[in-house]
């Protein structure tokens, strides 16, 4: 297996992750805008790094280029893990990343959301079952939730847990898989201050415990969260103004002039770093003093990270070493294997620095996988109370409403009516209504797919088997039901064949269904397009049943048509194993009337496919469905990250 590109090997001796000349190029209405200007750097193990600047100075987008998530534009430079050029496969399974929106299943707990974590991330093969549920223990404990370990995560429509514990579950969720790298964007966002700082520290002591590379945006720390950091990325307007100690920073600007004004050395740096619009004469004048500390930092950098003589940098009154960057090559202020002696906690032990994972764990099994992502799914739908509860009310209402409408049937001409009534409204009652929900919930999976996804959780084919088959027992147990009580109490043919028969034709039609759910929930990704697209080409579909229409005389240029319509399949199987066999009475002065259910058969032109046909495609109709879905899942709806 070829976990780096280019047959280089990677050497733990070497910087987590390294970057030299990135530069990332957007189209502009006037031409092409440069967000990244020629940016170099190198993160270690250990090492906590906070990426700062003022609004839109390139952070999150810095964030995205480093880890392999960026889209759109142009990219230049060079990446690189552990020394060596990075394989994107390889790289996204030991890299951690929390996104600003914490995407997880609103129903479940976080328990079960950091145990479906370890279970897919972290393998089998290296991890015994009890190893999994060591590290969920330990992930809650070092996190502090243990407390809410079964409190739903929670979203729009129920309270979970508050937003400070939704961060740190995301953070858990990231950790258990064993990443080399962890990335954060933006953990603080939406936090108050204290919540904010606890995120941080926990994140800290992380990093250093697990002796884990940790870079994080943040928008504007407080003083104390500043101080937890080790290393500091300065931005303004795409280019860098500082990289090195974090402890350091202070000193190195006030060696340039800039002598600290405010206590939060946050707000100084950003201060220093914020192009001010608000006169012509303050934009000129923060453009010259940003453009000032760009060349100054690259000067520094050129003269291998060398502060100011001693005797310059104690007349700024730092007590700062004169030398912030001791190591020239990557100009960062550290060693290439990260120091544990600038107080970083003393908890690390020495074997921890070489964790560092030097290749990506291996997947596991795809049955493995199915299983755990359908534990999941199955545990959400039947937490998805509207959608269980919803479904069995729906089947048992419309099953005591059919019945009786169309109650006892009996052989006259009236009962013909009333039994291709019967009939069409099972088959509406397998689509309409099932649909729906399908798409309802598929959709609204696509931010947690998308997150997991990108980070290589899983197959694609296992998230969809797993997605499919865990529809199945929650939608067939109630449409069987509904099946049975319209067939008895209806009295459609008594008879076992028949009624087996029957439910095949339901089924297939059901499976179908939620195939037509899938492929439009992957045609169409935004959910309000989808919801009125759905019905508009169901109702379209439903002409052309048989029943609306006379499938032998429909516009010959539309006949085609039926032939994808599973209600017209559904319904032929339907009619002809209920109608065949049947003889009707007819009254005396009654006129029109049809003798045998083969007649009525022929009349509405349902008898053109044998029964076994009619199951067979609508069974393959469904499965063509599903392939589409995935087709689109799998490579139209993929991400085209640029690669470096
Ligand atoms: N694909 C893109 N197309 C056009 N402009 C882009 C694109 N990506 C980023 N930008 C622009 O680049 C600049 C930097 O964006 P980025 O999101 O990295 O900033 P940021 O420092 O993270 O800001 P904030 O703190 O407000 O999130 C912004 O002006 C943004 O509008």
């Known amino acids: 297996m070829v976990y780096f590109d280019g047959g280089e090997k990677p050497s733990?001796?070497?910087?987590?992750?390294?970057?030299?000349?990135?530069?990332?190029?957007?189209?502009?209405?006037?031409?092409?805008?440069?967000?990244?200007?020629?940016?170099?750097?190198?993160v270690h193990a250990g090492e906590l790094v906070a990426i700062m600047g003022s609004s839109?100075?390139?952070?999150?987008?810095?964030?995205?280029?480093?880890?392999?998530?960026?889209?759109?534009?142009?990219?230049?430079?060079?990446?690189?893990?552990?020394?060596?050029?990075?394989?994107?496969?390889?790289?996204?399974?030991m890299l951690a990343f929390v996104e600003q929106d914490d995407m997880m299943y609103p129903s479940l707990t976080v328990e079960e959301t950091l145990r479906a974590s370890a279970q897919l991330r972290l393998p089998d093969a290296k991890y015994s079952r009890a190893e999994k549920e060591a590290r969920v223990e330990e992930a809650m404990r070092q996190l502090r939730l243990s407390h809410v370990r079964d409190t739903a995560i929670g979203g729009h429509a129920a309270r979970g847990v508050s937003g400070g514990e939704r961060k740190r579950v995301s953070i858990g969720a990231a950790l258990v898989t064993d990443p080399a790298l962890l990335v954060l964007d933006e953990p603080s966002s939406g936090l108050d201050s204290s919540s904010a700082e606890m995120v941080v520290a926990l994140t800290r002591q992380m990093a250093h415990r697990r002796n884990l590379c940790t870079l994080m945006t943040i928008h504007q720390p407080s003083a104390e969260m500043v101080a937890l950091f080790d290393k500091l990325i300065l931005l303004a307007q795409g280019k860098l103004v500082y990289m090195g100690p974090a402890a350091q920073a202070v000193p190195y600007f006030e060696s340039l002039g800039y002598p600290s004004t405010n206590s939060n050395p946050a707000n100084f740096f950003i201060d220093l770093a914020t192009i001010d619009f608000t006169s012509s004469e303050a934009t000129r004048k923060s453009e010259a003093r940003v453009q000032a500390l760009v060349d100054s930092f690259a000067d520094f950098r050129e003269r291998g990270g060398r502060l100011l003589p001693p005797q310059a940098a104690d007349a700024a009154g730092s007590t700062a070493s004169a030398?912030?960057?001791?190591?020239?090559?990557?100009?960062?202020?550290?060693?290439?294997?990260?120091?544990?002696?600038?107080?970083?906690?003393?908890?690390?032990?020495?074997?921890?620095?070489?964790l560092a994972l030097l290749e990506p764990p291996p997947l596991n099994s795809w049955y493995r996988e199915v299983l755990v992502l359908m534990k999941r799914d199955w545990t959400m739908s039947l937490r998805n109370r509207p959608f269980v509860f919803g479904l069995l009310a729906q089947c048992l209402v419309m099953?005591?409403?059919?019945?009786?409408?169309?109650?006892?049937?009996?052989?006259?001409?009236?009962?013909?009516?009333?039994?291709?009534?019967?009939?069409?409204?099972?088959?509406?009652?397998?689509?309409?209504?099932?649909?729906?929900?399908?798409?309802?919930?598929?959709?609204?999976g696509r931010g947690v797919l998308l997150r997991e996804r990108a980070a290589g959780t899983y197959r694609m084919t296992a998230y969809f088997a797993a997605r499919v088959l865990s529809f199945f027992p929650i939608i067939l147990g109630p449409y069987t039901v509904l099946l049975i009580g319209v067939y008895f109490i209806s009295h459609l043919q008594y008879d076992a064949g028949k009624f087996f028969i029957a439910l095949g034709t339901f089924y297939s039609l059901l499976f179908s269904s939620i195939g037509f759910a899938f492929a439009m929930s992957f045609i169409v990704p935004r959910m309000e397009v989808a919801f009125t697209i759905a019905p508009v080409s169901l109702a379209t579909l439903m002409l052309f049943a048989g029943n609306l229409s006379n499938s032998r005389a429909i516009t010959p240029v539309l006949r085609w048509i039926k032939y994808v319509c599973i209600f017209f399949y559904a319904y032929s199987s339907f009619m002809q194993n209920e109608l065949n066999g049947l003889e009707f009475s007819c009254a005396p002065g009654e006129t029109g009337c049809?003798?045998?259910g083969e007649d009525v058969v022929k009349a509405y032109g349902l008898d053109q496919l044998p029964i076994y046909v009619c199951v067979i495609v609508n069974l393959a109709l469904g499965a063509g469905f599903y392939a589409i879905g995935y087709a689109l899942l799998r490579w139209v709806a993929k991400p085209r990250f640029l690669w470096l």
């Open 12 to 42: 733990a001796d070497a910087p987590i992750l390294s970057w030299s000349n990135l530069n990332y190029d957007v189209k502009a209405k006037d031409g092409v805008r440069r967000i990244l200007h020629g940016i170099s750097g190198s």
């Open 594 to 596: 049809y003798a045998t």
């Open 399 to 444: 099953m005591l409403f059919v019945s009786f409408v169309f109650f006892q049937l009996k052989r006259n001409q009236q009962s013909v009516q009333n039994r291709i009534g019967t009939l069409f409204t099972l088959v509406l009652l397998g689509t309409f209504p099932v649909v729906m929900p399908v798409m309802t919930i598929v959709m609204s």
């Open 323 to 354: 030398s912030i960057v001791p190591d020239a090559n990557d100009g960062d202020g550290r060693s290439s294997k990260a120091s544990h002696a600038d107080g970083i906690d003393a908890d690390i032990t020495p074997e921890a620095a070489d």
């Open 56 to 93: 839109g100075a390139g952070k999150t987008t810095l964030l995205n280029v480093l880890s392999g998530r960026v889209q759109g534009g142009r990219l230049h430079g060079d990446i690189r893990f552990m020394g060596a050029r990075r394989d994107p496969h390889s790289f996204k399974r």
